[in-house]
């Protein structure tokens, strides 16, 4: 910043928080959670400090002053400072605070207040009134991202195929918390309940963990903090990622991704349905599937057009005549097992795309036509207009 004469002069404190606020109000309106503006850490950090300076000289109604410093500020100290299960005193410390009862209270309703006015989700129903909001928009806490990418590395060792969306399927259905209980609460609470931002997030970590197989990746357009990256890369070194895979490895999840069985709906004939890929390096043009649904074991074959060529075996289909929970897919010749979640008992309810593509329950659904699937015994609950354009049978 410049005067009159053109000599450069220090900003005040006050000019400093006017001109972040100015930058990430219009930033955070337009995100459901804070970690999603991608504010650098030293800038949040910074807005906390003078935000601290502030507080200690007036009292808290100040702080009213620079919701989006608020918001950005302190998410981003949890986002980078916070360590199982602690989180005021690492803001204290930035703030240079004196720590009390009375200042959790005050800093913890500027936050509320901050994110509303913003027009941002506080997140009532959390435990922990102001620490748990916070933490949710802070995404994942550099203290979690150990963990998280850990389980994100197992669970693509067991399923080459895994996407963003097959894994918050996996990892989130009701009843299976227990698959998440290794993250620290943060971690689990945010791939639990951060919608379309945790998709996002979980398909770029997965399209990093795919370039570092790579001994020389490019990470240009990865686009995640980075923290994260860091995270990463320490633990796919951890894990032999880098090492003795081939210069091409990146290509690996896209192509792989493409042969993932999945649940589909044909509203017209079969209904609920097991979708079975196409199969390039099928041994004599015939792929052997075993779909093994609610336990009870059915071998579905598909054969390429010319038995004995090199034609890939065409995408098959197996119907499901009746409600299963779960469905176990193998391909013959490969030790690669996919589990698929089809009706969860305690919320039986399935979306599907125009086209039957199956709509993950942990997002909103587009604002489309969908085809809905519900037991005839229970009424739907909407908020909102639902407009009826046809029914079909399905089992």
């Known amino acids: 910043m410049t005067d ?41 950090e910074q807005a906390v400090t003078v935000l601290g300076h502030f507080y200690a000289r007036y009292d808290a109604t100040v702080l009213g002053r620079w919701p989006a410093c608020v918001v950005a500020g302190m998410a981003g100290v949890a986002a980078t400072r916070y360590q199982g299960g602690t989180y005021w005193p690492a803001l204290w410390d930035v ?15 500027a936050f509320l207040h901050s994110v509303e006015f913003l027009g941002m989700p506080a997140f009532p129903e959390l435990p922990l009134h102001y620490v748990g909001p916070i933490l949710m928009h802070a995404g994942i806490p550099t203290y979690c ?36 209980a290794e993250l620290d609460v943060p971690a689990s609470r945010f791939l639990t309940r951060g919608g379309d931002y945790a998709l996002d997030v979980v398909d770029r970590c997965l399209d990093l963990l795919d370039r570092l197989q790579d001994p020389d990746p490019d990470l240009d357009g990865i686009l995640l903090p980075a923290r994260i990256i860091e995270a990463g890369r320490r633990e796919a070194s951890s894990y032999g990622l880098g090492r003795d895979h081939p ?38 043009g015939v792929a052997t599937w075993r779909v093994v649904a609610d336990g009870e074991p059915v071998t579905v074959r598909s054969r390429a057009q010319w ?7 065409p995408e098959t289909t197996h119907p499901l005549p009746r409600p299963v929970r779960t469905v176990h897919v193998s391909l013959l010749g490969k030790d690669l097992v996919s589990e698929l979640q089809v009706v969860e008992p305690t919320d039986p309810i399935l979306f599907f795309a125009d086209d ?4 993950p329950a942990i997002l909103p659904l587009p604002p489309d036509h969908v085809w809905i699937l519900q037991p005839a015994d229970r009424d739907l609950t909407v908020t909102g207009d639902l407009r009826v354009t046809m029914e079909m049978p399905a089992p």
Do not use: C
Request: net charge positive; charged share 25%.
């Open 247 to 284: 210069p091409n490895a990146v290509h690996q999840r896209t192509s792989n991704a493409q042969r993932r069985p999945r649940i589909a709906l044909d509203p017209y004939g079969a209904g609920v349905q097991v979708l079975l890929p196409a199969v390039g390096e099928a041994p004599d």
């Open 4 to 44: 009159d004469t053109g000599t450069p002069r220090q900003m005040t404190r006050r000019e400093l928080l006017d001109l972040r606020e100015a930058s990430w109000r219009r930033r955070l309106r337009g995100a459901s959670l804070a970690a999603e503006a991608d504010l650098k850490p030293q800038y949040t």
């Open 95 to 109: 703030a240079g605070v004196q720590r009390s009862a009375n200042d959790q209270t005050a800093w913890g309703q």
């Open 145 to 180: 991202l150990g963990d998280y990418f850990r389980l994100l590395l197992r669970r693509r060792q067991h399923d080459p195929g895994m996407d963003a969306e097959s894994f918050l399927a996996w990892s989130t259905a009701p009843g299976r918390e227990v698959r998440l």
């Open 356 to 359: 039957g593509r199956r709509l």
């Open 307 to 313: 038995v004995g060529s090199a034609e890939a075996a």
